[in-house]
């Protein structure tokens, strides 16, 4: 296309670039591949007669993919589309999961009473649902045993395995150990789901109480008649 003595191309026109939707008149090509309001295929037609097309169906010409060439251009309700859009984008993001991230810092030298309720802490996030980045933080002289800070680590891993798992193993980040735990699947059910597991170790018991009889039973069937 020629304007004022030189050759431009539709983005010439359209000034600066915008990802916003272009519908109607700031649609500025000379054609389009239309589709109908129904979803029909029209075909390429020249962008004055689908702006037509469009006022006679009382609806709007929009521009579904510019990068197509000539772009794709629908008719439709845009401000039906747009509120459409945006309640769908909405329930999307009511239905995606929030993971949580929680932190708990130890040092690599922790008492026993500190530990445990570190340990009180991770399975308190891991039972609602939330990751745990455990930091092992060293200091000194302990920055060469890292040893103490993956031994301590493997320690709490065990310790709350009933409730998670390791999502990202021990490493050296600097002068700190750094684990990721992750909560099981259905972590909250885990407790209920062991009560029947408990049953069949008391099993042997009950064996065992009936286990006398079963020689005097022997006897009397060895027994002549």
């Not at 272009?22 to 020249?46: A, K, M, T, Y």
């Not at 802490?121 to 939330?130: D, E, I, M, N, T």
């Not at 301590?152 to 409730?163: G, H, I, K, P, Y």
């Not at 170790?201 to 006398?212: D, F, I, K, V």
């Amino acid at each position: 296309m020629q304007l004022c003595g030189r050759w431009t191309t539709p983005l010439d026109l359209g000034g600066p670039i915008s990802t916003e939707t272009r519908i109607n008149d700031r649609i500025r090509v000379p054609e389009v591949r239309l589709i109908g309001p129904g979803g029909e295929q029209v075909g390429i037609v020249r962008v004055e007669d689908a702006l037509r097309v469009a006022q006679e169906a009382d609806l709007d010409l929009v521009e579904v993919a510019p990068d197509a060439r000539p772009p794709v251009c629908k008719i439709m309700d845009y401000g039906k589309f747009k509120y459409e859009t945006a309640q769908k984008a909405r329930e999307s993001r009511k239905n995606q999961v929030q993971t949580v991230i929680k932190e708990q810092k130890l040092r690599p030298k922790i008492d026993d009473h500190d530990y445990e309720t570190k340990k009180g802490h991770v399975l308190r996030f891991l039972q609602a649902g939330s990751k745990v980045k455990v930091t092992i933080m060293f200091r000194g002289r302990e920055q060469s045993r890292p040893e103490l800070g993956f031994r301590l680590l493997q320690r709490l891993a065990s310790d709350v395995a009933e409730f998670g798992f390791v999502e990202t193993s021990a490493k050296q980040d600097g002068r700190n150990m750094t684990m990721v735990l992750a909560p099981h699947k259905g972590a909250k059910t885990r407790a209920k789901a062991q009560q029947p597991q408990e049953a069949p170790q008391r099993a042997p018991q009950a064996a065992a109480s009936t286990a006398p009889a079963q020689p005097e039973a022997a006897a009397e069937a060895a027994t002549p008649q």
